[in-house]
T-cell receptor, first 111, second 114 residues
């Protein structure tokens, strides 16, 4: 079946550092890929998405490129801020409306 | 803005109790979902509904049931709570059209079963 694997956390960085959170997936066909973010005490919210190979999703300085050849959708940001501290979830959707989530990566940014 | 409201932020129940978790959305969305979130396991789908009175099992439906009598409300029921159902429960909704429309989540209910 479909599955998503994220790099294990927690990840701790200093402010202005470069961020990469790895995400790889297993799916037949061509799923849509998503990154969701969960800030402390809140539900998840969509950060960015890509619906076909080589698409790049971007939002709030974060980017991720849909790489079909490596079945990956890594999240990157050039310069993180304390306010980026959150849990990040990679997810895929194929066919019907069900999303499949990765296990989440907790990110802490220190000033 | 879409609002998904879960009735309780924290809940403590005893083993064997029947537990109701309520979720209401205000954007006339067709689809509603219940997930549980556990450390290291991410989000796992319990049940979902595409329309009033319709329900489908997700990946981990055992020990749970759901009710959708009105379009805006989706209830999760733990028939007889057990300690392994201690978790964060998240409700979500999205429109029926548009396969890539994002899910809108509530803030979650942290349930502890003692």
């Amino acid at each position: 079946g479909n599955s998503v694997t994220q790099m294990e956390g927690p990840v701790t960085l200093s402010e202005e550092a470069f961020l990469t959170i790895n995400c790889t997936y297993t799916a037949t066909g061509y799923p849509s890929l998503f990154w969701y973010v969960q800030y402390p005490g809140e539900g998840l919210q969509l950060l960015l998405k890509a619906t076909k190979a080589d698409d790049k999703g971007s939002n709030k300085g974060f980017e991720a490129t849909y790489r079909k050849e490596t079945t990956s959708f890594h999240l990157e940001k050039g310069s993180v801020q304390v306010s980026d501290s959150a849990v990040y979830f990679c997810a895929l959707r194929q066919g019907a409306q069900k999303l499949v989530f990765g296990q989440g990566t907790r990110l802490t940014i220190n000033p | 803005d879409v609002k998904v409201t879960q009735s309780s932020r924290y809940l403590v129940k005893r083993t064997g109790e029947k537990v109701f978790l309520e979720c209401v959305q205000d954007m006339d969305h067709e689809n509603m979902f219940w997930y549980r979130q556990d450390p290291g396991l991410g989000l796992r789908l319990i049940y979902f509904s595409y329309d009033v009175k319709m329900k489908e099992k997700g990946d981990i439906p055992e020990g749970y049931s759901v009710s959708r009598e009105k379009k805006e409300r989706f209830s999760l029921i733990l028939e007889s709570a057990s300690t392994n159902q201690t978790s964060m429960y998240l409700c979500a909704s999205n429109p029926g059209t548009g396969v890539n429309s994002p899910l809108h989540f509530g803030n979650g209910t942290r349930l502890t079963v003692t």
